[in-house]
C-alpha cells in the first residue's frame, strides 16, 4: 500500500546553503499494518511524510500508494490517504460538525455518506458531546480528534498521521491509540511518526529509525530488540541513535 524509494528532500537556505531533510529513506507498509516512523526531534519524520501525502515535492527518489506515484499523481493519491499534520489549523467560528462536514463537501461527498461518517467517526473518537461546540472553545485534545475525523471522513484505505498524541492528556491520547488500532482491524494501511517509544511498542507491526534525514532500522519490535541485545525499545533506540 506504501512504498517509499530513495526519498531525498534539500532545502536551499540563503544563509545556511544546502540542507539535506531527508536522504535515501525507503521503507514499506502493507494493508492491515501499522508502521511507525522514529526519531528524535529534527530527525526528518515530517519532512517524509509531507513527502507520501503529496505536500511537498521529493528532490529525488519517489513513492507510491495503491501503485500510483506520487510525483506523477498527487491529486489521485489525495482520494487515497487521509494525512494529519501537527501544523494544520481549525476554522475557530465553526463547530466540530461544521467543520467536519465541511470537508466532507470538498472530498465531494453526499449529505447521506457525510452523516454516516460523521455519527461513526464521532462515537470512535468520543466527539458527541463537543460536536456542536466551536473549534475555538476546544481543548488541545478535542481539536485533534476534530483534524483526525477531518483527515479520514472519505474512509481512505491509507492513513498517515504526524505524531497524533503529541502534548495530548492520557485519555484523549488512549482515544486516539484505539482509533489507530481500529484502522488496522479494518485492513487499511496505517503510517504514523512519534518518538513516544511505549506506544510505538504497543502500536506498531514495524518500525523504522529515522535520525538526521537517514534510516538506520526497519523491521518489528522483537527484531530491533534482538539485534541490539537490549530490553526495551526506548534503550535499543538510543542505542542506534548514539551510534549514528
Given amino acids: 500500500m506504501i512504498e517509499a524509494r530513495s526519498l531525498e528532500k534539500i532545502f536551499r537556505d540563503k544563509k545556511r546553503g544546502e ?12 494493508s492491515g499494518e501499522i508502521f511507525g516512523l522514529l526519531g528524535p526531534n529534527g530527525a526528518g519524520k515530517t519532512t517524509t511524510l509531507r513527502m507520501l501525502s ?18 506523477d499523481n498527487p491529486q489521485e493519491i489525495r482520494r487515497q490517504i487521509g494525512f494529519l499534520s501537527g501544523s494544520t489549523g481549525l476554522y475557530g467560528r465553526l463547530t466540530a460538525r461544521e467543520m467536519v462536514t465541511y470537508f466532507g463537501r470538498l472530498y465531494g461527498m453526499k449529505k447521506a455518506q457525510i452523516d454516516e461518517r460523521i455519527e461513526k ?14 473549534n475555538e472553545k476546544l481543548s488541545t485534545g478535542m481539536k485533534q480528534k476534530v483534524s483526525i475525523a477531518r483527515s ?31 484502522c488496522r482491524e479494518d485492513n487499511k494501511c496505517v503510517i504514523f511518526s512519534t518518538h513516544i517509544m511505549s506506544e510505538a511498542s504497543r502500536l506498531c507491526d514495524k518500525i523504522g529509525i529515522i535520525h538526521k534525514g537517514r534510516k538506520y532500522f526497519e523491521g518489528t519490535v522483537p527484531e530491533i530488540l534482538k539485534q541490539t541485545s537490549c530490553e526495551n525499545l526506548e534503550d535499543a533506540f538510543i542505542k542506534i541513535v548514539d551510534a549514528k
Wanted: charged content about 20%; overall charge negative.
Fill in 152 to 182: 479520514v471522513l472519505h474512509d481512505p484505505p491509507v492513513m498517515i498521521f504526524d505524531e497524533p498524541t503529541n502534548g495530548l492528556d492520557v485519555m484523549s491520547s488512549r482515544t486516539i491509540v484505539d482509533f489507530i488500532r481500529q
Fill in 121 to 134: 467517526l464521532f462515537a470512535l473518537l468520543d466527539m458527541n458531546e463537543f460536536a456542536n461546540a466551536r
Fill in 19 to 30: 540542507i539535506k531533510a531527508v536522504d535515501d529513506v525507503s521503507f514499506a507498509c502493507q
Fill in 54 to 71: 503529496t505536500a511537498i515535492r521529493p528532490t529525488s527518489g519517489t513513492a507510491l500508494i495503491n501503485n500510483i506515484d506520487v510525483k
